[in-house]
C-alpha cells in the first residue's frame, strides 16, 4: 500500500499537536492546583475578597446552581485575580476531575461555601 506524499507531514502536525496539548495540561494543572490551593484558604475567611473567591470556586463548581458575575473579579487584588485566572486555566484546559475534587474534603467545603460561607 503506497502512502501519499502528505501522509507523513499530517502525521507530525497531529504529533506536534498532541505534544502542544499535553504542555499546555501540564502547564494549566501546574499553576492551577497551587493557585486553587491558596485560593480555598482565601475562600475560608470573612472578607469581601474572600466572598469573591467563593462566589468564583463555586461557579465552576456548578455554574447553574452558582452563577457568577465576571464584573466580580474587578474588586480582587492582582495576586487573587491571577490565581483565579490559572484556576480557570486548569478547569477549562487540563480538565482531569472537577475543580473541588482537587481539594481535601473538597465537596464538603464547597457544600459549606455554598450555605453561608466562611468555617
Given amino acids: 500500500m503506497n502512502m501519499p506524499a502528505s501522509a507523513p507531514v499530517a502525521v507530525d502536525a497531529l504529533l506536534q499537536q498532541l505534544f502542544e496539548i499535553d504542555n499546555e495540561r501540564q502547564a494549566a494543572t501546574e499553576a492551577g492546583i497551587p493557585a486553587l490551593m491558596r485560593l480555598a484558604d482565601v475562600a475560608e475567611r470573612d472578607t469581601g475578597q474572600a466572598n469573591t473567591v467563593r462566589c468564583f470556586l463555586l461557579g465552576l463548581y456548578n455554574g447553574y446552581r452558582f452563577p457568577f458575575n465576571l464584573v466580580m473579579l474587578r474588586g480582587l487584588d492582582k495576586a487573587l485575580f ?28 464547597f457544600e459549606r461555601w455554598a450555605q453561608g460561607g466562611a468555617a
Fill in 82 to 109: 491571577d490565581d483565579c485566572m490559572a484556576v480557570l486555566t486548569l478547569d477549562a484546559r487540563a480538565t482531569a476531575q472537577e475543580v473541588h475534587r482537587y481539594l481535601e474534603h473538597g465537596c464538603d467545603r
